[in-house]
């Protein structure tokens, strides 16, 4: 079975743009997984309060026979590999990648949660998204809690998504 999933990526520390651009590489080096859209990127405010340099960041449609729990293990393996270390709470990190939807399935666990509980108060995953969402069911929920949010935070695009689309293989 081929799983529909949306995927949050963001980092920023050390070249940005490259730690997005080699996360994309390895999620495609398994030949269960199939990228199928990525966003612009987009120049955004940090969150949390912790003093940091901005992210970039982008969202990612992923095709996947992986499940949901296998593809988390995944996401950490390519975390670890691009030397992500968990220090403080919404700090600032060389990668973070964060499933937001897998199908239309809930999933609950002490390791994850699906569909992401903060994506409605996130600018910075809402945006991305919709601009590779083609679901109307979704496009109207992620509409109305773009619309709704809390989080006004700045964010703005810096590579258009035709440059980031060059980076599906």
Do not use: C
């Amino acid at each position: 079975m081929v799983n529909q999933v949306y995927l949050s990526l963001g980092s920023n520390i050390g070249d940005r743009m490259q730690n997005l651009q080699r996360a994309v590489a390895m999620l495609q080096l398994r030949p269960e997984n199939q990228v199928e859209a990525i966003s612009p990127v987009y120049e955004t405010e940090p969150v949390g309060g912790v003093e940091q340099r901005s992210f970039y960041n982008i969202a990612l449609k992923l095709l996947t026979r992986l499940n949901a729990a296998d593809l988390l293990k995944y996401l950490h393996v390519i975390e670890q590999s691009l030397r992500r270390r968990r220090l403080i709470h919404w700090g600032p990190r060389t990668i973070d990648l964060d499933i937001l939807f897998f199908n239309d399935e809930e999933y609950q666990s002490a390791a994850l949660k699906i569909p992401h509980p903060e994506i409605k108060n996130r600018r910075f995953e809402l945006e991305p998204l919709l601009t590779i969402v083609q679901e109307n069911e979704l496009r109207e929920i992620l509409s109305h809690q773009l619309a709704t949010t809390p989080d006004q935070n700045w964010l703005k695009i810096i590579r258009e998504k035709e440059e980031v689309n060059t980076w599906i293989k």
